[in-house]
């Protein structure tokens, strides 16, 4: 290693700077902030939604609410799992059978009840207004496409009703897009299939290609939210993770990076959907962009158990939730590579249908 690979915050840092102005310039975001990982970022944005309303806002909430989505999944620290809606997480974690408290959860791509909620939630309760407390949605939390919540998109309705709801009530819409950004929906931010804006967003995973880095990025009133030594991370930021990022951030520059994964989704969707059809007892809907792809499983067939059998014929995938199997391939993945993919995913298929009847494959 010719140079130092981590500087105190405290000083410049030329990679950090180039690497935050290049998410600036390719983004809707005014700032960026620098952690280590998907979870960090996520609470750094929950503790700028928290500031926001309670301070920059006129409402001046004491009880800022941050509504999230059933079956969403936004990191391990205590607060993001607070926010996650599963409650399999949560389990063990608690205080007093609560975790921690300002999060409600909605149903994914339902408007209606978003509605409702936002309306209920604005209200103050006579108690907490006797109390001197005022309550209100500081921030909704939404990932464009759930991951773990089983490679479900997000629908524009959905998202332009939330922006409108944050607009009406000057809170923030605020997307995690640890898993579904830097180009892996086909563009580079899941958003951008959503025709929407958010005030916040989240990044992380393939932002370091490898190397551990996350980012919050922020527009607006929302990026200069946070006052200095308001939120810090000791290793956000380092020259080692910025340079990783900004060779990472050279390669999606290059548009044929991102047509490649357009073109490889369809083929993989294509690809999916006709082994489906051949096998509708064992595989159901697929869904997804770019590629981010899920395929249900039928018939009481677990999502792990095809892992399993494909794994055995070489091909890495992963459940997304019980009857999901997801397909994360590089984003460099080639037609042939692809197609090679599908066969050994057939080939699990098979073995499945055999083992499940007694027969040889």
């Known amino acids: ?21 290049w998410l600036c310039e390719n983004s809707v975001a005014d700032k960026a902030f620098f952690c280590n990982s998907g979870a ?26 941050i509504i999230t989505a059933h ?17 399999k ?7 007093g059978n609560e975790m921690v408290p300002g999060f409600v959860f909605t149903d994914y791509n339902d408007s209606d009840s978003l509605k409702k909620l936002v309306a209920e939630l604005n209200e103050t309760p006579a108690d907490l207004a006797k109390a001197g407390r005022k309550r209100g949605v500081a921030a909704i939390l939404l990932e464009p496409l759930q991951g773990e ?14 922006r409108s709801l944050m607009d009406d009530c000057d809170g923030l819409l605020m997307c995690d897009e640890v898993q579904v950004g830097m180009g892996r929906s086909g563009t580079l931010w899941g958003h951008e299939q959503l025709d929407v804006v958010p005030d916040v967003f989240t990044s992380a995973k393939a932002l370091g290609g490898g190397v551990p880095i996350g980012a919050m990025m922020a527009r607006g009133k929302a990026s200069t939210t946070f006052a200095p030594g308001d939120h810090a991370s000791t290793y956000g930021g380092n020259p080692l993770a910025c340079a990783a990022g900004l060779a990472v951030a050279e390669q999606l520059s290059d548009p044929a990076l ?75 993945v080639t037609k042939e590579e692809v197609d090679e993919a599908l066969d050994m995913f057939k080939k ?13 494959p």
């Open 89 to 95: 997480y949560h389990e063990g974690f608690q205080y």
């Open 1 to 21: 290693m010719n140079q130092m690979h981590h500087v105190s915050n405290l000083y410049y840092i030329p990679e950090q700077a180039q690497l935050a102005s």
């Open 71 to 87: 079956s969403s999944f936004h990191g391990r620290t205590l607060a993001a799992i607070s926010a996650t809606g599963q409650s």
């Open 40 to 65: 960090e970022a996520n609470e750094a944005a929950i503790k700028l939604a928290r500031k926001y309303a309670s301070t920059v806002s006129d409402r001046q909430l004491t009880d800022p609410i």
């Open 258 to 332: 991102l047509q490649n994964v357009r073109d490889r989704g369809a083929q993989l969707t294509a690809g999916l959907e006709k082994l489906q059809e051949k096998y509708p007892n064992v595989l159901g809907e697929v869904r997804g962009w770019g590629l981010l792809k899920g395929v249900e499983t039928v018939g009481g067939i677990g999502a792990g158990d095809l892992v399993g059998l494909a794994m055995k014929e070489g091909l890495l995938l992963v459940p997304a939730g019980a009857t999901v199997v997801r397909f994360v391939p590089p984003l460099i």
């Open 149 to 162: 919540g089983g490679i479900r998109p997000g629908t524009k309705e959905f998202f332009q009703t939330a």
């Open 348 to 360: 699990a298929i098979i073995n499945k249908v055999a083992a499940d009847s007694g027969a040889s």
